[in-house]
């Protein structure tokens, strides 16, 4: 290496260090401001999310007489009470979700298409039961729809029906009430995603030569679908550890998940299988979500990256 | 064989086209030919109506009155997807649950073309746009130069016998823009489809035109080619949004046209009495040394306001006697920078006789 060209190495060199302690410990200050912002946050999550499921977990693992044991995850296996309420659950859940969907679609995609005016003024009336108490609708709903409610009445009257038809007190009346309550969390992220399809996209279907109906099987329908996935995932969820409702309505022929757990705390007091329960139904809620972002993640990334 | 639009491209007659929104009229009376395989370009300023006429011309709005006829057969109450057009839009409209082979075979998908058939016309569609082998890329994985050239390619594989464009390269940086014009031109040389282009950008219509419709308030002020159109704008609409122009009060009586007690040197007949405008192009302005230079050279004096040099060319700012502010360009050559003025030196302004060009003064 020749004297000239050592020099010139040692001169970029030295540009290269200039500061450089100095900038790297400024980047190490900032990150620990940035944390320190973050702290009590971070100290939030930690104690009402991760400390309580930590000691819903713990609970779980103890029987009755205070011993560490299985019993209450093996009740789970040999009750068929236990299981039947379980299968009860999903199948509010389902049905529930795919009458939200049924309904909420059509609904959403009218929002989506109204003047930006008319479509907020409509908005309002999807949000209005928000401001209502579950417990108040959910009465309101038994009214209207028990023996001798409203909807039974008038149908007699009309002769339509000679006896009244059994809406309240069972399956029936708990998935109606906890549609109307759950329509909403379907019904806004569906239109949210609605609203960002480029009318331009739906232009370029017709101009290129699909009709109407064509352009929203092949272009509307699969760009809502991210909508529909987080709208679905929210009211399935909710269904999932819904309470109010189905106690009300069901008549006590309903058994879901929240139910008995409340009947094993508070009936039987016997806090290491509530536990257990609220375990199951956490890791079970958790292994559908995995299942539907892995199902649905590979088509709708595509969607969802390019907004 | 590539596609071969040029057998079935068709001539469209818009005519009495009237479009109202509410109490405002976008469109008046409108009426526009274009001849088989022409590229006319829509230019005029946001709100002129030109994107309107568009999506008229697409079927995405509806007209109030008017007709839109292409190659005879009557299209204004025809569905959009009937109407056999391809339509790049502004932001390129791709789809984004599609890949770019399926984006592009779409329209042959709606046509029911077989798969055999469909994969070989999108190869060829992609060869044509330069996208050879890109096929499988998700759209979000383009440039948006490359979106640009799918939504092209995806608006010509199935062989409308028009095509309209949107502002296609308003999206893109300069130097690519500049590309894409050339590029579209040659295209379009090649394909011979009859185009509709709509633009602001009054270079870019004059670059890729084979005629200029320059609209202003729902109308169309005047249709030419792009050099007729630079040379003889014909409004001082025109005059002011193509290309730069100074414009000067001028005065037509008796047969003869003047500028304060200057008689004019034209080519032209002098038009009807009145105030009329001088519409004076900055490059057509000279420096003239020789005040007692005649012939066909109409001269005006001056003040120097201030010259700046640009490297290829010099622009000089000058004041008229009537405190009007002219714009004169010219080339860097020696022998002109050799005798540049100062600001607040007297001088004289030439123009000659061919280029004096009279609009109404409205």
């Known amino acids: ?164 038809l059994p809406l309240a007190n069972n399956f029936a009346g708990v998935v109606i009430g906890m549609t109307h309550i759950m329509l909403p969390f379907l019904v806004l992220p569906l239109y949210a995603s609605m609203k960002t399809i480029d009318a331009d996209c739906l232009r370029a279907g017709m101009n290129l030569g699909a009709s109407p109906a064509a352009t929203f099987r092949q272009i509307f329908f699969p760009l809502s679908l991210p909508g529909l996935a987080s709208g679905l995932v929210i009211v399935f969820v909710l269904c999932l550890g819904f309470f109010v409702t189905p106690a009300l309505m069901g008549g006590g022929k309903v058994i879901m998940w929240a139910m008995r757990m409340e009947q094993t705390t508070s009936l039987y007091s016997n806090w290491g299988a509530g536990a257990a329960l609220g375990v199951v139904l956490l890791a079970v809620t958790l292994a559908l979500l995995g299942l539907f972002h892995w199902l649905l993640g590979t088509r709708a990334t595509g969607v969802w990256s390019e907004r | 064989m590539l596609l071969s639009l040029a057998q079935s491209a068709l001539p469209i007659g818009i005519s009495g086209i009237e479009k109202r929104f509410g109490a405002v009229s976008i469109l008046s009376d409108l009426s526009l030919d274009v001849a088989a395989g022409e590229f006319l370009t829509l230019l005029g300023p946001s709100g002129s109506g030109k994107t309107t006429l568009l999506m008229i011309l697409a079927g995405f709005v509806r007209a109030n009155a008017g007709s839109i006829k292409v190659g005879g057969e009557e299209i204004i109450t025809m569905p959009p997807h009937k109407r056999n057009i391809g339509m790049v839009f502004q932001n390129y409209a791709l789809f984004p649950h599609m890949n770019v082979f399926h984006n592009i075979a779409f329209p042959l998908k709606q046509r029911r073309v077989p798969a055999a058939e469909t994969a070989e016309r999108v190869e060829r569609a992609l060869d044509l746009v330069q996208l ?83 609209m202003n308030a729902g109308r169309i002020e005047q249709i030419d080619q792009p050099e007729v159109l630079y040379a003889r704008p014909r409004t001082k609409f025109v005059a002011g949004f193509i290309g730069e122009s100074n414009f000067v009060p001028v005065e037509s009586r008796n047969g003869s046209v003047w500028y304060e007690d200057r008689k004019l040197r034209m080519n032209d007949a002098a038009p009807s009495s009145g105030r009329h405008l001088m519409v004076v192009r900055p490059e057509k302005l000279r420096l003239v040394a020789d005040a007692d230079e005649t ?50 030196e007297p001088i004289t302004l030439g123009i000659d006789a061919q280029d004096v060009v009279l609009v109404a003064d409205q």
């Not at chain 1, 030295?14 to 100095?22: E, L, Q």
């Not at chain 1, 995850?73 to 969907?101: E, H, N």
């Not at chain 2, 823009?177 to 379009?188: A, C, D, G, P, T």
């Open chain 1, 1 to 164: 290496m020749s004297l000239a060209s050592a020099s010139l190495d040692h001169a970029s060199h030295r540009d290269g260090v200039i500061n450089a302690d100095a900038l790297r410990a400024d980047a190490r200050r900032e990150s620990r401001g940035m944390f320190a912002l973050l702290s009590p946050g971070l100290f939030l999550v930690f104690a009402v999310i991760i400390v309580p499921i930590g000691w819903l977990f713990w609970l779980s693992l103890f029987d009755e007489s205070g011993q560490l044991s299985a019993a209450n995850y093996a009740r789970f296996f040999d009750q068929a009470s236990y299981i039947k309420t379980f299968v009860t659950t999903f199948k509010v859940a389902f049905t529930v979700t795919g009458a939200c969907v049924l309904l909420g679609y059509p609904l959403a995609y009218m929002l989506s298409q109204l003047p930006r005016r008319a479509a907020s003024i409509c908005l309002i009336f999807v949000i209005l039961p928000f401001w209502t108490s579950v417990l108040v609708r959910t009465y309101a709903w038994l009214v209207i729809l028990q023996r001798k409610g409203l909807v039974n009445t008038w149908l007699m009257d009309l002769g339509v029906i000679s006896q009244p």
């Open chain 2, 132 to 214: 050879k082998g890109l096929g499988e890329r998700r759209v979000d994985q383009l440039s948006g130069g490359q979106r640009q050239r799918v939504a092209l390619a995806r608006a010509i594989v199935f062989e409308p016998r028009i095509v309209l464009m949107d502002e296609p390269l308003s999206a893109l940086d300069k130097s690519l823009r500049e590309h894409m014009q050339i590029e579209l031109r040659n295209l379009h040389r090649r394909l011979g489809m009859t185009t509709v282009y709509v633009t602001h950008d009054q270079r870019e219509a004059i670059t890729m035109s084979d005629r200029i419709a320059v």
């Open chain 2, 295 to 344: 012939g066909g050279v109409n001269l005006l004096p001056a003040t120097v306001g201030d010259v700046i040099y640009q490297g290829d060319s010099f622009v000089c700012y000058a004041t008229l006697k009537d405190g009007r502010q002219v714009t004169l360009r010219d080339y860097c050559r020696p022998d002109v920078l050799a005798k540049l003025p100062a600001p607040g």
